[in-house]
């Protein structure tokens, strides 16, 4: 329950500033903190760079069937990622920015064949490139990744994402 009260507080802080400032775009991101997400990222100031923030949901369900002395039964595990985090963008031209940031993701597993839920929590740092036109549009992302947790520290891992940002900035 901790866990669930801490997810939907940092999701209010991160979406909360954004109804009402700047650069808003969606995407969908495959690698990075939220493995296959779905992610909404703001600007917490009324310019195209500076600190913003994202919110992002994602995972995947697998399905097998299992034969045993019985007959044959159908397991289903499903994992859910939801990652949150604060970036930074650096840029002069107002379409290429490099984008610092790093965050936590909380991820919940369940499997019908333990009855079992699993909860854990790992925190990710991102350094990459953002592709984001300053009058709206088509974006894209690419970045290493670097996961740690109780696991140990993996480096060597990124993403990319595809997205739009919305709207017309005024503004710097």
């Known amino acids: 329950m901790k866990k669930l009260s801490f997810i939907l507080f940092a999701s209010f802080v991160v979406a909360g500033p954004a109804n009402s400032q700047g650069a808003k775009s969606a995407y969908f991101e495959l690698g990075g903190p939220g493995l296959a997400s779905f992610n909404f990222d703001a600007r917490f100031s009324n310019k195209?760079?500076?600190?913003g923030g994202r919110v992002g949901i994602g995972g995947f369900s697998l399905r097998t069937t299992i034969s045993n002395g019985n007959g044959t039964?159908?397991?289903?595990?499903t994992v859910l990622f939801i990652p949150v985090g604060l970036n930074y963008l650096l840029g002069k031209d107002h379409r290429n920015y490099f984008?610092?940031?790093g965050g936590?993701?909380?991820?919940?597993?369940?499997?019908?064949f333990t009855d079992k839920n699993f909860t854990t929590t790992f925190g990710y740092a991102i350094f990459g490139y953002?592709?984001?036109?300053?009058?709206?549009?088509?974006?894209?992302?690419?970045?290493?990744?670097?996961?740690?947790?109780?696991?140990?520290?993996i480096p060597y891992y990124g993403g990319v994402s595809f997205g739009y940002k919305f709207g017309n900035m005024k503004g710097k």
């Open 48 to 51: 195209q760079d500076g600190i």
């Open 73 to 77: 039964s159908t397991e289903r595990a």
């Open 99 to 101: 984008e610092i940031g």
């Open 104 to 112: 936590v993701t909380p991820v919940v597993a369940s499997a019908s």
């Open 130 to 153: 953002r592709m984001q036109p300053r009058d709206g549009g088509f974006t894209f992302r690419a970045f290493v990744c670097p996961v740690f947790a109780s696991f140990g520290f």
